[in-house]
């Protein structure tokens, strides 16, 4: 079983800075594309940013040069730093992962979310 385990939300104030975590664990063979993806009160979930197995990553143009996504292989974990923090960036922030499994099969899974919280 796969698990998808976010932290590092919380509440900040505009112009500050978190740092997201998402930390996949359970019987896997590999981990493709992880992406961000965040939902705000009454708004649908959007894509936020991506990163893939190799490293090329992708921003929604909101978050373009505040946020920055990156990955840890070894340690199937994905971050995202989120820095100059906004009130219009509160929101549940989801991790999303395309897992390969053993015997060459590919699945979607999704965290549980955490709130990030902008407001002074």
């Known amino acids: 079983q796969v698990q998808l385990v976010e932290s590092g939300g919380g509440l900040v104030q505009p112009g500050g800075s978190l740092r997201l975590s998402c930390a996949v664990s359970?019987?896997?063979?590999?981990?493709?594309?992880v992406g961000w993806y965040r939902q705000a009160p009454g708004k649908q979930r959007q894509l936020a940013a991506s990163?893939?197995?190799?490293?090329?990553?992708n921003y929604t143009d909101s978050v373009k040069g505040r946020f920055t996504i990156s990955r840890d292989n070894a340690k199937n974990t994905v971050y995202l730093q989120m820095n100059n923090l906004a009130p219009e960036d509160t929101a549940v922030y989801y991790c999303n992962a395309d897992v390969m499994h053993f015997g060459q099969y590919l699945q979607n899974y999704w965290g549980q979310g955490t709130q990030v919280t902008v407001s002074s």
């Open positions: 359970g019987l896997i063979f590999d981990i493709y594309t």
């Open positions: 990163i893939t197995k190799g490293g090329s990553t």
